[in-house]
Structure formats: structure tokens, C-alpha cells
């Protein structure tokens, strides 16, 4: 197990999604987990967290729950109560048999999640339209370009000052764009943060830098500073 691992060993509710990992659906049919992030998006997510202290989180992309169970474990931990994590997905039932609905209910984190069953670029506007704030926002839901592109576009308006949007799949082409156009334009509005600080804080910043700029980076991270002004007239950057 690598030392990145170490850290579920303090969280039960992480155990399926330890190698060799299963969850049951919910029609009783045990599943092998896949598709999860990393273990290493994970302690990134888990440090911020903890830097953070967010009140309330959101996510896009449930499939088998690893990220929610992270978030929902977390906040359990912290003492908070009420709704404080949410998750989009419009396929939880159809493509992955309600199998993270399922673990959160057995493992009492239910009372604390929303689950919307829409795809994102209609669950994010209703929750803009409902007035509600994140204070971390992970986006892991399509990787399609112009899906990632909204997914953004509408976090930006739902997320805290000082709040931390990550990007998973940042080393994904249609993601990087999202990413690049962040870094290009949005640069008075969103510091980037590292996840080698995290993961890796003996990598010499140039290191870092590289694999930062030839898009090998699997999660990218950003704090929001102040709401980013963008005048329709806005000079534009290529990206
Ligand atoms: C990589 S998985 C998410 C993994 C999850 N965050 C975890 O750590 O276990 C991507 C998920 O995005 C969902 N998805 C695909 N298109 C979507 C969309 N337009 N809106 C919301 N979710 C979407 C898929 O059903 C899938 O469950």
C-alpha cells in the first residue's frame, strides 16, 4: 500500500474503494469499484478540506462515491450537520445500479448529502437559482470540452471567495482547455494552487512547473480571490 493510502485506514467508510474494492447495488448485486479518483486527488481534496473548513461542498460525478464518501466523512468529522455535500449525476442509477447511494445509507452519511439526478448543465443553474454557496467544488463529471466548460462557468458563480474549485482529468485534453482558459484569463480572479504541495513537496518547483504546463497534471486546483471582473468587452487571450 503506498503511503498515500494511509490515510483511509482512519476512515472506514473509504474501504471499498481501496484496491480490490467492491460495493453492492442497489438490486443486491455486488459490483468491483472503477472509475474512482486517485488516491493522490483524494489527499489533495482531503488536505484542502482541512485547510478549508467549507461548510458546504458540491461535486459533479458521483459514479461509485469515492469523492462524496470522502467529502461526507470529512464533514461528519468536522461536526457539521444538515445537507453539506451534493453531488450531480444524472446516471447514479442507470449506469452504476445506485451503488454510492447505497454505501452513504449504510454507512449513515444519507442525512447529510443531496443527490441531484440531472445532468449539470441543469442541476448547476436551478442551485444558482436556489441561492446556494460551496465552498469547495469538485468537477469530475463528462470530460466532453463543453461540458467541463459549464460545469465551470456555473461553479464560478456558486463558488465562495476564497472557496477551491479542482478539476479532475486535468491532463485530459477536453479538461485542459477548461484549465488553460482559467489560467490564460481568469488570472487576477483564480490562483492556482498545487497539488505537489500536497503530494509531492520534496519535487523541485521546476518539476512541478513542468508537468504543470506540458498538462500532465492530474488534478488541478484553484482558489477564488475576488469575483473575477469580465466586461462583455473584455480583452481576450488565446488559450
Ligand atoms: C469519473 S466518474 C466520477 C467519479 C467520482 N467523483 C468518484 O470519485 O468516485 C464521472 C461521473 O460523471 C457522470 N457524468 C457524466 N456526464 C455527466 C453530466 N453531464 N452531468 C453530471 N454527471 C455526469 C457519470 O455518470 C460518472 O458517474
Known sequence: MSVLDLPWQQLPEMKPFLPDGRLVDEAGTGRE???????????????????????????????????ATLFLALHRAAGHTGVCHEAIDPFQRRDWGGCALRHLESEGLSARFAHHEALSCFALPALHESGARFGMIYVDGSHLFEDVFVDFYFSNLLLDTGGVIAFDDSACGHVGKVV????????AGYRELS??????????RLKQAVARWSNRQQLTLFQKLDPPVRNWDTAFTNF
Open 195 to 204: 497539488p505537489y504541495a500536497v503530494t509531492a513537496p520534496q519535487w523541485p
Open 33 to 67: 469499484v472503477h472509475s474512482a479518483s486517485t488516491s493522490n486527488n483524494l489527499v489533495v481534496l482531503q488536505h484542502w478540506f482541512r485547510e478549508l473548513k467549507p461548510a458546504r461542498t458540491l461535486e459533479i460525478g458521483l459514479a461509485f462515491g469515492a469523492s
Open 180 to 187: 488553460s482558459f482559467i489560467r490564460r484569463n481568469l488570472a
